[in-house]
């Protein structure tokens, strides 16, 4: 545990009814084709993904005895799966238009495979560690400005606020196990970059495939303002730029980037079911 940890900090998966529409609108985001497709590409790889997470956590739970930090663990794996659930229910509709989750999700099913075939515990657990930050500064994000999401329909606003305030709440957990079991920064630098490397691969191609399907890949304006929304000054990415970089020094910690009071104002809109869901 980290004196850095928001104090009283609990982690609870919250089972919440989005009211998906059964048909989604193809282009959710503000007929925008460009930004609907970014996010539905990061929802594509979030079932397989939340799953090896949850795996590389997991497997060190045995050698973790602070009741504390257990409690967050079991958070972090309640929430991670729920996130699988409803992302899966997300995708089942992308499916239904016509894209195919099945084909996307091949290549990130395969890399897994062999992750857990031939990497170590540790390195598997140090590209979640990474993957852990990439979500929680995007989290930060869609929670510090709304506009992100100017323009899309009320359900999608909601899963991914949900979705960005839960992956803020446990955005150390990872982390902290791994600087208990192995703490090796080389290897958390490693795993970054290789981790940055088939997310943007993986996102670019999920993009491609769904806007090819659209009939948009020769839509030179789509492309132009979406490029700049996702990598001008003030960019969604570009934005990001200086908390991704953090990640790479000797003394980084995840809340380090201080934005508790931000998770707090969202709390609010969110409420805890009771019963956690059961992984
Ligand atoms: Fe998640
Ligand atoms: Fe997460």
Not at 26 to 51: C, Q, V
Not at 241 to 264: I, S, T
Request: glycine fraction near 6%; include cysteine; hydrophobic fraction near 40%.
């Amino acid at each position: 545990m980290t004196a850095l940890q928001p104090e009283g900090l609990s982690i609870q998966p919250r089972r919440i009814d989005f009211a998906l529409p059964d048909v989604l609108p193809r282009h959710w985001h503000g007929a925008d084709a460009f930004k609907t497709h970014f996010f539905n590409s990061m929802s594509i790889l979030f079932p397989d993904g939340e799953r090896f997470f949850i795996d590389s956590v997991r497997h060190y739970r045995p050698q973790i005895h602070d009741p504390e930090q257990l409690a967050l663990i079991k958070g972090f794996i309640g929430q991670e799966g729920h996130h699988s659930h409803e992302h899966i229910e997300y995708n089942r509709r992308l499916s239904d238009l016509g894209y195919d989750v099945e084909k996307l999700t091949r290549p990130v099913q395969h890399r897994i495979r062999y992750a857990n075939k031939h990497f170590s515990p540790e390195r598997r657990l140090a590209a979640t560690v990474a993957m852990e930050h990439f979500t929680a500064i995007m989290a930060d994000a869609v929670l510090r400005d709304r506009g992100w999401f100017d323009g899309a329909i009320e359900p999608m606003q909601r899963i991914w606020r949900w979705h960005a305030l839960e992956e803020t709440e446990h955005k150390a957990v990872a982390f902290d196990v791994y600087m208990q079991v192995c703490g090796d920064r080389k290897l958390l630098r490693a795993a970054m970059r290789q981790s940055t490397f088939f997310f943007l691969k993986d996102v670019t191609r999920g993009m491609w495939h769904m806007l090819r399907r659209d009939g948009e890949l020769s839509n030179i304006t789509m492309w132009r303002q979406g490029m700049r929304w996702l990598w001008g000054k003030g960019g969604f990415f570009s934005s990001l730029w200086g908390a991704y970089r953090d990640f790479y020094r000797e003394d980084f910690h995840p809340w380090q980037h201080d934005n508790q009071r931000l998770m707090r104002q969202c709390q609010q809109e969110f409420t805890v079911n009771e019963t956690p869901a059961s992984i």
